[in-house]
């Protein structure tokens, strides 16, 4: 299977799943989830998988694509209310009007809600519990990233510590719960380690390139070409642990992709 195989079945999944969500609250649930997000963190999963057991038996199990739908409705409830006034105040996220905008910001927030709540529906289907709650605790690390990012940075420190739980946190238990559900045998521990530190990297490139992109966040404070600097660096560090897991190219790859954003 390959990754855009699995990101259509995740897609299908997630139609599923939203499928019986009716009203105005199911509509905007609909609409926050699909049309246009790059699946990133459910393809964490998919890499997590393949990097330490890339054969068929393992990508046909179940959790895989469950755990990669949990971590896409978590990713879209955490953007509802990011863009909503009292946090970001965006009026467009992913070339069209946001939530609140076009739903109102009491429908935002109870969509934000359900979304999380569906997420935890699905996540008590996992099998594989040390997966389930490696996600679990990546969305509560989340939240607390957020709340850092609302109190304001005014360090380089603190905007690497606050990017580490934003963002970092759900891409990092999207990758190592690929890894725990394909993971077996010797070397267990240290394969989690390096497929741990390998998203770490690609986390915080993947918000460095962001921040370069809009001109925002630690670019702002210390510059683009700094934060260019630290971009480079973190995407070679993300491939050079990459060559110690089972799919270095495709890993590779990954971390190029996501690199090449901000060119």
Not at 144 to 167: H, I, N, R, V, W
Not at 188 to 200: C, D, G, P, V, W
């Amino acid at each position: 299977m390959t990754v855009n195989e699995f990101i259509e079945k995740v897609e299908c999944g997630l139609q599923s799943a939203l499928s019986d969500c009716g009203g105005l609250t199911g509509e905007a649930m609909k609409y926050a989830v699909t049309g246009g997000g790059k699946r990133v963190r459910p393809m964490c999963v998919y890499y997590g998988a393949t990097a330490v057991a890339g054969d068929a038996d393992v990508l046909r199990s179940e959790d895989l694509p469950l755990l990669a739908e949990v971590v896409e409705l978590i990713h879209s409830y955490s953007l509802v209310h990011d863009d909503m006034p009292e946090m970001d105040n965006d009026d467009y996220r992913r070339g069209k009007l946001s939530v609140h905008k076009k739903f109102g910001a009491a429908t935002a927030l109870l969509v934000g809600d359900a979304l999380l709540t569906l997420a935890s529906s699905l996540l008590l289907k996992c099998k594989n519990r040390e997966a389930a709650a490696v996600i679990s605790d990546a969305a509560l690390d989340m939240v607390f990233g957020q709340s850092a990012e609302l109190a304001g940075c005014k360090s380089e420190k603190e905007y690497l510590e606050m990017y580490s739980k934003k963002t970092g946190a759900l891409i990092r238990g999207a990758f190592v719960a690929g890894v725990i559900c394909a993971c077996a045998g010797e070397n267990y521990e240290a394969k989690i380690a390096y497929a741990s530190e390998f998203a770490e990297r690609l986390g915080l490139a993947f918000q460095l390139a962001d921040d370069l992109l809009d001109g925002d966040g630690i670019a702002a404070l210390i510059g683009k070409a700094r934060t260019r600097e630290m971009l480079d660096r973190e995407t070679s560090a993300a491939i050079d642990v990459a060559k110690k897991l089972g799919n270095c190219d495709e890993l590779i790859g990954f971390a190029k992709r996501l690199w090449r954003r901000e060119r």
